[in-house]
């Protein structure tokens, strides 16, 4: 949901130098496309950025929508690893409130590069290639699934029901508070949020 706790998506140990070019093409990817969105994501301008040439993509990629394929499910990885690391930080009965409380945070709402890529790419993906969508799409049933796990009835039709509406609320209140150009209404939008997913008194 968020990597406001870094981006450590571990790597194979004794990769070739060609298999650490790649991630780090997918790496950089994964950044830009939450920063400049699908469309604003080209590839002569990702491989200056990796430090590499514009005539070596093609021996990565088969095409840009096979990179951008990767890159989703990059960035949605980073994002269920660091919900997953905020969940286990704290004792099982505070982990749904510190997940809540962190993707509705100053720090998550300042991380659009770094940050939950539904609310960074959500509303392009119906325009995407099926490989991008099929890749982000299973990320994000694996963060309802990491919110569904936090839930008393988790197992239960009733918890995974829940969690739908959870994270759909985060993902909404979010975006919308990086849409206007007013702080404190970007604010209030992430505080409604929290008060009402994650109340103090809970």
């Known amino acids: 949901m968020m990597t406001i706790m870094g981006n450590?998506?571990?790597?194979?140990?004794?990769?070739?130098?060609?298999?650490?070019?790649?991630?780090?093409?997918?790496?950089?990817?994964?950044?830009?496309?939450r920063r400049s969105g699908y469309d604003g994501t080209g590839v002569?301008?990702?491989m200056k950025e990796a430090g590499l040439t514009h005539g070596g993509f093609y021996s990565h990629f088969a095409s840009r929508e096979a990179l951008l394929a990767?890159?989703?499910?990059?960035?949605?990885?980073?994002?269920?690893?660091?919900?997953?690391?905020?969940?286990?930080?704290v004792p099982p009965e505070?982990?749904?409130?510190?997940?809540?409380?962190?993707?509705?945070?100053?720090?998550?709402?300042?991380?659009?590069?770094?940050?939950?890529?539904v609310t960074a790419l959500g509303s392009e993906m119906p325009r995407q290639a099926p490989?991008?969508?099929r890749a982000a799409t299973r990320r994000i049933k694996e963060?309802?699934?990491?919110?569904?796990?936090q839930l008393p009835d988790w197992g239960q039709p009733e918890a995974h029901e829940q969690a739908l509406i959870?994270?759909?609320?985060?993902?909404?209140?979010?975006?919308?508070a990086r849409a206007v150009d007013d702080p404190k209404l970007s604010e209030s939008f992430l505080e409604a949020a929290r008060k009402k997913l994650a109340p103090s008194d809970k």
């Open 166 to 176: 959870m994270v759909s609320t985060m993902v909404g209140a979010l975006l919308m």
């Open 143 to 149: 963060m309802i699934d990491v919110v569904a796990r």
């Open 94 to 117: 505070q982990a749904l409130q510190a997940l809540i409380q962190a993707y509705l945070s100053k720090e998550h709402f300042a991380s659009i590069e770094t940050g939950c890529p």
């Open 8 to 33: 450590n998506i571990s790597k194979p140990k004794s990769a070739s130098r060609k298999e650490i070019t790649h991630e780090r093409i997918v790496e950089v990817a994964a950044r830009a496309i």
């Open 44 to 46: 002569a301008d990702l």
């Open 70 to 89: 990767e890159a989703a499910d990059r960035a949605g990885a980073e994002a269920v690893a660091a919900s997953t690391r905020i969940a286990a930080a």
């Open 131 to 133: 490989e991008v969508r």
